[in-house]
């Protein structure tokens, strides 16, 4: 395809009105893969970081300061670390981002900061740029509450925001920075590329900035490059690691919302969602989406729920998930969490289906985070396992090994290495 005919390429809907995705015909001009990364906002940075970075072993892979070279004002300096931070578990330069929340309210320009949701970003991942140009203009036409789009640093990912009915901001992204073996992110001095509006197409590969930064002679492993700081003293299933666990994979994302009706007609007809399964807890709606083969990537409770759960008044989001490498690790990340004085909850069993056992750890912010070792896997068929086949385990009861189901190990796998 020349690049004329790629910059035609808009793909306007058929006569029937679907959409050309990469050849397929989808109701809209995306199709989400994935939750890529996930960002929230906290109130006590040092608690954040302890437990982010140094319990759970993200890794930093670059820092933002909206204050570098200026002095803080007084009314900032109050709420501590101004500062955001990005990390990964993986080699995406981001999986998780952290920002003050305060901070975030009090530099707000734009309208869009509420003190209630401390989510920062729910970012879903779609297969091209096309679709992220696309989806843009789609959901704008739509009259959907679109806030910017464009490309950020650090990060590289080209997207378009837009809020959901409760004000969570949703991100639909294409590419992201890739984290080699040296486990430097991009130079700073490669952050030219930045875009503040949806881009025109077609736009230079990754491979090409490389090679002008190269060019320009930008030393290419000058970027952050994070240490832990914990030494490495677990045998993990053969590496030593600095903790007895490894985060393979991010999701699902759990949110109390205002009106279960309104939020599932915006995940499921606006950004295309597949409902999985309802589950009715106590008179309480709630509701089990996905974009995978994953039982759920996204979750819906009533705000009723938070106080039912015992959980803070101060964010709507239930819980944010990390799937760990397998089940002996999931035991391993218990015992160490303990030891390291974190609050460990459980959550009835009826409103986390698809997930075979976990843990809720809280953050000392306020957020629930549920680790796991295995979510059922969907089938061609598009159906759930029914509610009698799923494995039934005692609350507390924590066997040295337990029997695979038919799904064990299934769906997106981790390949790259666990240090």
């Not at 007084?74 to 080699?91: H, L, M, Q, V």
């Not at 399964?277 to 989406?289: A, I, P, S, T």
């Not at 985070?369 to 969907?378: D, M, R, S, T």
């Not at 799923?390 to 790259?416: C, H, N, T, V």
């Amino acid at each position: 395809m020349t690049k004329s005919e790629a910059t035609k390429a808009s793909a306007p809907p058929t006569a029937d009105g679907k959409f050309d995705v990469g050849g397929i015909l989808l109701d809209r001009p995306f199709k989400i893969r994935r939750l890529g990364h996930f960002g929230i906002n906290v109130t006590d940075m040092e608690a954040g970081l302890r437990f982010y970075r140094e319990l759970l072993g993200f890794r930093i892979t670059d820092i933002r300061d909206p204050f570098a070279g200026k002095e803080v004002p007084d009314e900032i300096k109050r709420f501590g670390d101004p500062k955001g931070y990005f990390f990964r578990y993986a080699s995406d330069h981001h999986a998780f981002v952290m920002y003050n929340h305060n901070v975030r309210g009090a530099t707000d320009t734009r309208g869009r900061h509420r003190q209630h949701v401390t989510i920062n970003q729910i970012t879903w991942q779609v297969g091209t740029l096309r679709e992220v140009v696309d989806g843009h203009h789609w959901l704008v036409a739509r009259g959907l509450n679109v806030v910017r789009s464009g490309r950020d640093m650090p990060g590289s990912n080209w997207h378009t925001y837009l809020m959901d009915p409760d004000w969570h901001q949703n991100e639909l992204y294409y590419g992201i920075e890739q984290i080699g073996w040296p486990g430097h992110s991009k130079p700073w001095d490669m952050h030219d590329r930045q875009f503040r509006d949806t881009p025109e197409l077609p736009q230079k590969s990754e491979r090409q900035e490389v090679e002008d930064a190269k060019a320009k002679g930008v030393d290419l492993v000058s970027g952050f490059r994070d240490t832990d700081p914990l030494p490495e003293i677990y045998d993990v299933q053969g590496i030593l690691l600095a903790r007895p666990f490894k985060i393979v994979r991010i999701g699902p994302v759990r949110l109390f919302v205002t009106d279960i009706e309104a939020s599932v007609a915006f995940y499921r007809d606006t950004l295309g969602f597949i409902v999985t399964e309802e589950v009715d807890y106590r008179g309480h709606r709630c509701v089990f989406l996905r974009n995978n083969t994953e039982h759920h990537s996204l979750a819906l409770y009533p705000i009723a729920l938070r106080e039912v759960l015992g959980l803070s008044e101060t964010t709507t989001l239930m819980s944010f998930g990390l799937q760990l490498a397998n089940y002996t690790q999931l035991r391993g990340a218990k015992s160490f969490l303990e030891e390291h004085g974190v609050e460990l909850r459980d959550f009835p069993g009826e409103l986390t289906p698809g997930i075979d056992r976990s843990i809720i750890a809280l953050d000392g912010n306020g957020h629930a985070i549920e680790l796991y070792h295995g979510i059922e896997q969907i089938g061609w068929d598009g159906k759930p396992r029914p509610a009698s086949a799923r494995r039934k385990g005692a609350p507390g009861e924590w066997p040295d090994a337990i029997e695979p189901q038919s799904d064990s190990y299934m769906g997106e796998p981790f390949l790259g290495p666990w240090g």
